[in-house]
């Protein structure tokens, strides 16, 4: 089922346009919007990077993530309408199953400095064709942090609301097993971990299957890595938020994507990752 939120009252940005953009799916929707267009009236304290911008664009033409847009045309009947809400303020997020978009904000307990490479713009979890589990984001900008960053997909496999939520203040995000992908100061380096929060099992990830590029990450996972709590993998659900360190203190949490809750992963296993 598709989520909806409504804009809140703040200043025209930069993310609209990007947003904008991504549910087009189309060359046709904004072909005269230059780059610099997508960069102006953006508040003074986030830096900004057209970079997020072109990897959406990428993305449409059938580049780098492209299996995330044929997802959208695949399950969004009215995207133009959604569109239209996104370019008139109408919308600040909207999600489907296996993808969430939204402007890129900075949660309000945050605290640190709101770097582009932690504030997400999109972030999907789909089981696409050969069984490939693909968890990703794109972020505002690429990745120019010095510091070492964390992207946390929380996904729940059944026994998340036995388990209960992660932070006090988001209630509605109950995951039982974490991906934990560590990047290292200006994309240097990337490691990941699945945790099973029920056992404390932890499995590393093969680095080789994590991917970087400008403002995307990107890992392609087997479902078989997931631990089973119950639920069939099309009932799985998922939540993104990025960290400044790990652990669940809600402060160096700078982002979440949903905002608020987790929702259904996608399984389209008639399109490939375009890996």
């Given at each position: 089922m598709d989520r909806r939120s409504g804009a809140r009252a703040t200043r025209p940005v930069v993310e609209n346009l990007e947003g904008r953009a991504l549910l087009s799916g189309s060359h046709a929707v904004m072909p005269a919007v230059a780059p610099a267009a997508l960069v102006r009236t953006v508040r003074?304290?986030?830096?900004?990077?057209?970079?997020?911008?072109?990897?959406?664009?990428?993305?449409?033409?059938?580049?780098?993530?492209?299996?995330?847009?044929?997802?959208i045309r695949a399950q969004v009947r009215n995207?133009?309408?959604?569109?239209?809400?996104?370019?008139?303020?109408?919308?600040?997020?909207y999600s489907t199953r296996g993808l969430a978009v939204r402007t890129p904000y900075q949660q309000a307990q945050f605290v640190g400095q709101p770097y582009d490479q932690l504030l997400p713009q999109v972030a999907g979890a789909a089981v696409f064709k050969?069984?490939?589990?693909?968890?990703?984001?794109?972020?505002?900008?690429?990745?120019?942090?010095?510091?070492?960053?964390?992207?946390?997909?929380?996904?729940?496999?059944?026994?998340?609301?036995?388990?209960?939520?992660?932070?006090?203040?988001?209630?509605?995000?109950?995951?039982?097993?974490?991906?934990?992908?560590?990047?290292?100061?200006?994309?240097?380096?990337a490691s990941g971990t699945i945790t099973d929060l029920t056992t404390g099992a932890v499995q590393?990830?093969?680095?080789?299957?994590?991917?970087?590029?400008?403002?995307?990450?990107?890992?392609?996972?087997?479902?078989?890595?997931?631990?089973?709590?119950?639920?069939?993998?099309?009932?799985?659900?998922?939540?993104?938020?990025?960290?400044?360190?790990?652990?669940?203190?809600?402060?160096?949490?700078?982002?979440?994507l949903p905002d608020t809750g987790m929702i259904p992963i996608a399984v389209q296993k008639r399109i490939a990752a375009t890996v």
């Amino acid at each position: 089922m598709d989520r909806r939120s409504g804009a809140r009252a703040t200043r025209p940005v930069v993310e609209n346009l990007e947003g904008r953009a991504l549910l087009s799916g189309s060359h046709a929707v904004m072909p005269a919007v230059a780059p610099a267009a997508l960069v102006r009236t953006v508040r003074a304290s986030i830096k900004t990077d057209p970079a997020g911008a072109a990897a959406i664009l990428n993305a449409i033409n059938g580049g780098l993530g492209s299996e995330w847009v044929k997802l959208i045309r695949a399950q969004v009947r009215n995207v133009n309408s959604v569109l239209l809400r996104f370019a008139t303020g109408q919308l600040s997020a909207y999600s489907t199953r296996g993808l969430a978009v939204r402007t890129p904000y900075q949660q309000a307990q945050f605290v640190g400095q709101p770097y582009d490479q932690l504030l997400p713009q999109v972030a999907g979890a789909a089981v696409f064709k050969r069984n490939v589990f693909e968890l990703g984001a794109i972020m505002r900008g690429p990745f120019h942090d010095p510091n070492t960053t964390y992207y946390q997909f929380g996904v729940d496999t059944g026994a998340g609301a036995s388990r209960g939520p992660l932070f006090a203040a988001r209630p509605g995000i109950a995951p039982d097993t974490l991906v934990t992908l560590t990047v290292g100061p200006f994309g240097s380096s990337a490691s990941g971990t699945i945790t099973d929060l029920t056992t404390g099992a932890v499995q590393n990830i093969d680095p080789s299957r994590i991917q970087i590029r400008g403002p995307v990450i990107r890992v392609f996972l087997s479902p078989t890595q997931f631990p089973s709590h119950g639920l069939k993998l099309a009932n799985y659900r998922f939540a993104f938020w990025t960290q400044t360190r790990p652990g669940f203190d809600i402060t160096s949490v700078a982002s979440f994507l949903p905002d608020t809750g987790m929702i259904p992963i996608a399984v389209q296993k008639r399109i490939a990752a375009t890996v």
